[in-house]
């Protein structure tokens, strides 16, 4: 049944340049985007410009300019970056706008008129010097519970407490230095505990991933604070209508960008705004960064409710990206702008990257250097694009072109079996998000067809008296087939890519349907060129010894309410943490025998489940280079780790540890680990062996 769906990622706020941290929440959406219109299904890609708050305004006036003239600015940049990235909106538009304007009004109407919403006056910094109130994240000061220095005025970074900025130790406005006083003012306030049950009903529901379900439902269970939906001017927004001076603060109409993004797509297309967001048939799909889990999760679904609009049917969330294991940093190097990665590289190997390492779960991903090099050369160059070069320029150089009979023969006949049945997987996996597995599954199936075009050798069957150009024919046939097929599955990923395969072969573009119609007697391939250019290592280098033209902390983010609970995965970088050194005497000395009779490698997780009646073990299938593939390890890490957080991960084995039962099971080998004050932690794996997956 075809599916009607509306997608959206956040919001990327207009205060500076895309980086690659946006794109890989963008480069997810467009590939499920993609892959449900190949599917068949009508699917929607909105998003916009979050434009409004304090951030924008003072950056305006550092600047000379105006805040439109800013954003109108952002806007084009940001489009430009996203088109290179081949991102494929239905519509970008921008919170600064009269359909923005026209519908926060109306949301916050119907929440007034449905008793949720109340004044109350407040204690807030105020700069004397500046003539404003400052949000919490312009002061800074001592954290009123442990003492901690340089803490802004929401949350301490060091314990963790929530406190209100007026309890900052020694406040100072960042803006300028000087010391803010207290003042009251009146504000708005939304009852969120008025929806607690409610939005524990639908925190229990599947529209909540599993993997932060826990987080979502601790904040309701502590109580659910008010939320305060009113700034003080100066401030650049949308003023609440009847209240003078106040604005709708940008985390209100935010979120009401994407009816907005909607809305304005509708009237442009002959459709109603209704049509999508008060239709049951419509199912709403949110992708979003593990920072904005409380907005999207808690205020969202509540502000829907109230105004009476469908509620999401899917939140998801993912990690962070992180470069070579660190936070994105200019100083580190590691701060990387999306234009600067288009100086140096193509943008489909970072889609093919992004999409291998994406699943279901919200751990951050690790744009590793040495990783990325050679995931792209071992997987889309030397694997899927490598049976594409080498059959297709063989079948164009050798045979004209001509295709002949598909699955003459028995072998032919078993790689097309398996090659249906792994499509057929590869596709399903984009339903539940997981592009990891896509990728897995693909590129066996390119294995697969580099095998069987080796094996079968069709350029031996040109030579001498037997030569049998017929065989040769029906091989590359099958080979083609194989490219076709692989090209429609990946298309949502690396959309280029699968262009110039329906090209060569003649074809216009292909979707899942037409798998069912393969290639035979009488297709042809024609004008081949190769899909890429095997790239240097040095190349990949040069991403990041790009001098970007930002500093990070130019890049205000808008002011945002801390989350009262750690978000999932949120760990410090280890270098940032306070470690406390357990001074512990050494065991006994080992001679250097001892130790070459340890079997180390690294490998790769293949498959990872819970052990039944255990919530310590997990079964693991791990790729260590064994002879006979790979091996089962019961590994006790189940209390630190998700199964999904563990598939496609690199983690260092002892091989030849004398197999044993867990459960029944036999483990035939261990998965290393470190222990800390946190508790259990896998080590991060930087080096990996071209084509092996073993380091």
Sequence with gaps: MKRRLLITSGLPYANGPIHLGHMVEAVQTDVFARAMRMRGHEALYMCADDTHGTPIELRAHELGVRPEDLIAEAAASHKADFAGFGIDFANYYTTHSEENRELSNAFFSRMKAGGYIHERTVKQLYSEELERFLPDRF?????????????????????????????????????????????????????????????????????????????????????????????????????????????FYVWMDAPIGYLASTWDWCKRNGRT?????KDAGTEIWHFIGKDIIYFHCLFWPAMLKAAGYNLPHRIHTHGFLTVNGKKMSKSRGTFILAADYLKHLPADYLRFYIASKLSTGVEDIDLNIEDFYFKTRSGLIDNLANLHNRSFSFAESKLGGELGELGADAASRVVLARARDLVSEAIECYETIDTAAVMRKLLELGDLGNAYYQEQA??????????????????????????????????????????????????????????????GAGSRIQNVEKTYIRPERETFDLIIAEESKVQENEVLSKEEVAPSAPLPGDELAQDERSATIERREIKEFIEFDDFLKLDLRVGEVLVCERVKKSDKLLRCEVEIGHPDGPVQIVAGIGLSYEPTALINRRVVVLCNLKPRKLFGLESRGMILAATDADGLELPSLLLRVAGSGIS
């Design 139 to 247: 002061v800074k000061g001592k954290c009123p519970k442990c003492g901690a220095t340089e803490q802004y005025g929401d949350v301490c970074e060091s314990c963790k407490a929530r406190y209100d900025a007026v309890d900052l130790v020694d406040a100072r406005c960042v803006l300028d230095g000087n010391v803010p006083v207290v003042r009251e003012s009146a504000h708005l306030f939304v009852s969120l505990s008025d929806f607690s049950e409610f939005l524990r009903e639908y925190c229990l529901s599947e529209s909540i991933g599993e993997s932060i379900r826990g987080f979502v439902l601790s904040w309701i269970d502590e109580g659910l604070q008010d939320w305060n939906i009113s700034r003080d001017k100066p401030y650049f927004g949308f003023e609440i209508p009847g209240y003078k001076d106040k604005y």
């Design 273 to 277: 705004l209704e049509s999508y967001w």
């Design 458 to 519: 069709p350029w031996s069957l040109l030579k001498g008296d037997a030569a049998d150009i017929e065989r040769a024919r029906r091989i590359v046939t099958t080979c083609a087939e194989l490219v076709r097929m692989i090209a429609i599955a990946i298309k949502p990923v690396v959309p280029k890519f699968s262009a110039k395969i329906f090209a060569q072969l003649g074809l216009g573009d292909q979707n899942e349907a037409d798998l069912a119609v393969p290639l």
